[in-house]
Each structure stands twice: as C-alpha cells, then as structure tokens.
C-alpha cells in the first residue's frame, strides 16, 4: 500500500493546476485565432466584382437588348418633305414613309381642316376621285395622290399611324393660284381704238409663259367672242403667230375697216388668261367729227 505523503500530495495538486492552465491557455488562442478577420488581395477583390458587373452586365444588356428589340418594333416615320408647293391645277404627291409596320399597324390619311378620314390601310374614304393612295405590298411608302389641285385644297393633311400612342406625320400643302402660273396675253397699245372707215389696223398680242418649258400651243383671235378665222365672209383678215419657250407673238391684221368692225377684239392662248380692246370705226362724217371735237377740247381752256 502506497502512502500519500504531504509532498506527493502537493505535487499532484500543482500538477493537477498546470494541466487546467495549459488547457485555459489553449483555449484563449483558438478563440482568438477565430476572431481574426478575413483579409482579400485587391487582385481578388477586383475579378470578383470584374465577375460581378459582367454578370449584372449580361443580366442588364439581355434587358437592353430586349427593350431595344422592342423599340425597333414600333412603327416609325421617315423624315420626308414636310412642305410640299403646287400650282393649281397640277398633280400633287404628299409623302409618306412608315418602317416597322408589321402586321398589327394601319396606316391611315387624314384631311386636318375638317378632320376628314381620306384613307385607311389601302382604302379610300372620300368620295373625291381626285384623291388616290399610292402604295404597293410590302412597301413602306404610302404616298397621297391629289390631281388637279385646287386653292381650296392648300392646308395640313396627316399621315396616322394607329399605334399607342398613336403617332402622325404632317404635311402641310400649298396651292399657288392660277393667274401666277398660266401664259397671260397682252394686247400693246390703248384699250380703246377710233379709227375710220376704210383704214388698216394691226393688233399685236404678246403671250407670256415663263413658267412653261415648251411654246403654248396656239394663239386665237376672237371679235364679240367669236373667232376671226369663223368670219371667211368678211375677208382682208390675217394672223400671224411666231411662238417661243417663254414668249409668244401674234398679230392680227385688218383691212379696208367697216363699221361692222366695231367690237370687242380678244387675243386668247389655248391655255391662260386673254387680253382684250374696243375697236370702234366711223364713217367719214363721224371721223370728221371726232377730229374736230379733239382739235376743241385741246385748245378749249379748262377750269
């Protein structure tokens, strides 16, 4: 039997209290040790956020690109002419051009002034023949035909798209008026002719068209509006017509004058405004008259 003197006892004590120490100490260093932060290498830190943005990149663009996608699939105008100038009586286009139409969109032509629906799709809703859609199949102009344009025509017409919201293009037309456009006939000398019986008298006729770029067709002359070549009975009448690009002449010339004469004389072109004057003709007592009646009134004092 083993006796446990006070020493041993001491001893095991001690080293019962150095084992309970050393464990404490061991303790402290694993907590410690789990305290410590975890540090990441800048190189690290940027792949992972590289890695981040280029998959919220990819997340973010297949979005643009969707939204993108859509955009392209909305109907949407062509700049075209805005302004579109005409002369009365002409021919008028007003254009239109819509891309991205598809099949779920109409293009449709509206008339502002009186909110008039001229045209749906390929359809006309105007009983005016003079309107006309131009468009084929598959093609992104839908051109507006007008033929003989009128003054009363000029003002905005609007190409509608029937989307949402719905989108239009104006096209404002201007009509320029007949008298500025057409070959116009001016007879030279005064309005108003005296001549006596017996005498010669030679009309000229000039004809502008500087808006033509060709010579107007012909040039007639008409006395109390019936033409002169009508009158084979009375004789001694010639016209002359000498024609050019801008400027046409013509004359017409009487001779051995009666009083059946007497009238109104017209130079009218096939096309625009004519010109007219008085003839009157007087017997011999009548000139004679007249002559006199001039010679007074001259030298007659006025108050």
Same mark, same amino acid.
């Given at each position: 039997?083993?006796?446990?003197?006070?020493?041993?006892?001491?001893?095991?004590?001690?080293?019962?209290?150095?084992?309970?120490?050393?464990?404490?100490?061991?303790?402290?260093?694993?907590?410690?040790?789990?305290?410590?932060?975890?540090?990441?290498?800048?190189?690290?830190?940027?792949?992972?956020?590289?890695?981040?943005?280029?998959?919220?990149?990819?997340?973010?663009?297949?979005?643009?690109?969707?939204?993108?996608?859509?955009?392209?699939?909305?109907?949407?105008?062509?700049?075209?002419?805005?302004?579109?100038?005409?002369?009365?009586?002409?021919?008028?286009?007003?254009?239109?051009?819509?891309?991205?139409?598809?099949?779920?969109?109409?293009?449709?032509?509206?008339?502002?002034?009186?909110?008039?629906?001229?045209?749906?799709?390929?359809?006309? %809703?105007?009983?005016?023949?003079?309107?006309?859609? @131009?468009? $084929?199949?598959?093609?992104?102009?839908? +051109?507006? =035909?007008?033929? /003989?344009?009128?003054?009363?025509?000029?003002?905005?017409?609007?190409?509608?798209?029937?989307?949402?919201?719905?989108?239009?293009?104006?096209?404002?037309?201007?009509?320029?008026?007949?008298?500025?456009?057409?070959?116009?006939?001016?007879?030279?000398?005064?309005?108003?002719?005296?001549?006596?019986?017996?005498?010669?008298?030679?009309?000229?006729?000039?004809?502008?068209?500087? %808006?033509?770029?060709?010579?107007?067709?012909?040039? @007639?002359? $008409?006395?109390?509006?019936?033409?002169? +070549?009508? =009158?084979?009975? /009375?004789?001694?009448?010639?016209?002359?017509?000498?024609?050019?690009?801008?400027?046409?002449?013509?004359?017409?010339?009487?001779?051995?004058?009666?009083?059946?004469?007497?009238?109104?004389?017209?130079?009218?072109?096939?096309?625009?405004?004519?010109?007219?004057?008085?003839?009157?003709?007087?017997?011999?007592?009548?000139?004679?008259?007249?002559?006199?009646?001039?010679?007074?009134?001259?030298?007659?004092?006025?108050?």
């Amino acid at each position: 039997m083993t006796t446990i003197t006070p020493i041993t006892r001491r001893i095991a004590i001690c080293n019962r209290y150095s084992l309970l120490l050393l464990l404490v100490l061991l303790g402290s260093l694993v907590v410690v040790a789990s305290a410590q932060p975890h540090y990441v290498s800048l190189e690290d830190r940027a792949k992972s956020i590289s890695s981040s943005s280029s998959g919220a990149g990819e997340a973010g663009g297949g979005g643009n690109k969707n939204a993108h996608e859509n955009r392209e699939q909305l109907p949407v105008f062509e700049q075209t002419a805005s302004n579109v100038t005409a002369f009365e009586g002409q021919t008028v286009y007003l254009p239109c051009r819509v891309h991205n139409l598809a099949d779920r969109y109409q293009v449709s032509w509206m008339r502002s002034r009186d909110l008039h629906i001229l045209s749906f799709a390929s359809i006309m %809703y105007i009983s005016d023949r003079r309107f006309k859609l @131009q468009h $084929l199949n598959g093609s992104d102009a839908w +051109t507006l =035909q007008l033929d /003989r344009v009128r003054k009363s025509d000029a003002g905005r017409y609007e190409c509608q798209v029937n989307s949402e919201p719905k989108i239009m293009y104006a096209v404002q037309l201007a009509v320029k008026g007949f008298e500025s456009t057409a070959p116009v006939a001016a007879i030279l000398g005064p309005r108003e002719l005296r001549l006596a019986a017996g005498s010669t008298i030679s009309f000229k006729c000039i004809v502008t068209s500087p %808006y033509l770029t060709r010579p107007i067709k012909a040039v @007639q002359w $008409l006395k109390d509006n019936r033409l002169l +070549t009508f =009158q084979s009975e /009375r004789g001694g009448i010639n016209v002359e017509t000498v024609a050019n690009t801008a400027q046409t002449l013509s004359e017409a010339t009487l001779a051995n004058l009666g009083k059946q004469d007497s009238g109104k004389y017209t130079c009218r072109p096939n096309e625009g405004k004519a010109d007219s004057v008085l003839l009157y003709v007087q017997d011999a007592h009548e000139a004679t008259e007249a002559a006199r009646a001039r010679i007074t009134d001259r030298y007659t004092p006025h108050a």
